[in-house]
């Protein structure tokens, strides 16, 4: 799950020369939330890369109660790091070594659902394995041009196929895609 650009762009904090911090703050709305709140679903799991969960973890723990919060704090966080031992918002577990392995071992269990959001390069990587099931973009109707994107230069051509889409007032679209595979020629 990724809020992103018409361009692609996923980058929301300044840094590397970006100047577009918090672009998606004038298109929320209440009903938007709840579409996003709802599209999490009542119970799930986390996977997340350091950087992600750093970021998260000075935010959410404070952000007060809300259904969006309580879920992000209840959450297991599954976070790919070298420093397993300094995850400090729980609870949590750092995946190291074999990353596929660690998260086929995951979605072999029977828990939540398992939600990726930011790291975008997990997504290439879950994508690549077939361990992706569905792909949900919030499209934000602005252009940035430069900045992080969600699919990087090097990731393989994949199909998607289309499975719903919801609009807010402010024009951002709610889309979920289901992983097919490889892009077929």
């Known amino acids: 799950m990724e809020h992103v650009s018409l361009d692609g762009v996923i980058q929301h904090e300044n840094g590397d020369g970006f100047a577009h911090a918090n672009w998606t703050t004038p298109y929320r ?3 938007g939330l709840a579409a996003v709140v709802e599209a999490y679903g009542s119970r799930f799991d986390l996977l997340l890369g350091r950087r992600t969960y750093d970021a998260w973890a000075t935010f959410w723990p404070a952000a007060g109660a809300s259904p969006m919060a309580n879920g992000l704090n209840a959450a297991t966080k599954y976070v790919v790091t070298h420093r397993p031992e300094s ?4 609870p949590a577990e750092g995946l190291t070594g074999d990353i596929v392995a660690g ?4 979605k072999a ?5 398992l939600i990726v959001c930011g790291s975008s390069t997990l997504t ?8 992706a099931d569905e792909v949900v973009l919030l499209v934000y109707p602005v252009l940035l041009g430069r900045g992080k994107r969600f699919f990087s230069d090097e990731a393989d051509a994949r199909e998607l196929a289309f499975v719903s889409s ?7 679209l709610l ?3 289901r992983h097919v595979g490889a892009l077929r020629s």
């Open 29 to 31: 709305t209440p009903a």
């Open 87 to 90: 995850l400090a918002w729980g």
């Open 103 to 106: 998260i086929q071992g995951i």
């Open 175 to 177: 889309n979920t895609y």
């Open 124 to 131: 290439t990587l879950l994508l690549e394995q077939g361990l």
């Open 109 to 113: 269990t029977d828990g939540p659902d």
């Open 166 to 172: 919801q609009a807010t007032s402010t024009g951002v």
